[in-house]
């Protein structure tokens, strides 16, 4: 289980079903994401992509979560792969990365060049 108080922090991770009660009970948190009564996972692949991005010191930062905008895929460096919603932030690109699960979103620095518009 792992917690990630600076990005997203409203949200816990990877939680073993034996566990909830236990996890239920610290301070601050409030309910788990679940569909149907079921608990609901993040995608792996979310996760590890924003992981390992955010583990080469690459500046990141919570973001409003956005559903429309000029969608991207980043085809260089550790977000490679990644989609996301391209916005200019004085001089700067930035890629807001959504999990849509959790309707949170963080947005990173990156060149024009390493991005791709979808179609």
Known sequence: MFSSPD???STLHCIALQDRLRVLQLLGVVRF???GGQPASLPDREVE???AGLKENIYAEPHPYL???RRVQ???GPFLGTH???IRRKDKFRVVISLALITRAVSVEVD???VQPLL
Do not use: P
Request: no cysteine.
């Open 84 to 86: 996301g919603i391209l």
């Open 33 to 35: 994401v679940s569909f």
């Open 112 to 114: 024009a060049s390493d």
């Open 67 to 69: 559903t429309a905008g």
């Open 7 to 9: 990005t997203f922090s």
């Open 74 to 76: 980043v085809i260089r």
């Open 49 to 51: 992509t924003l992981r």
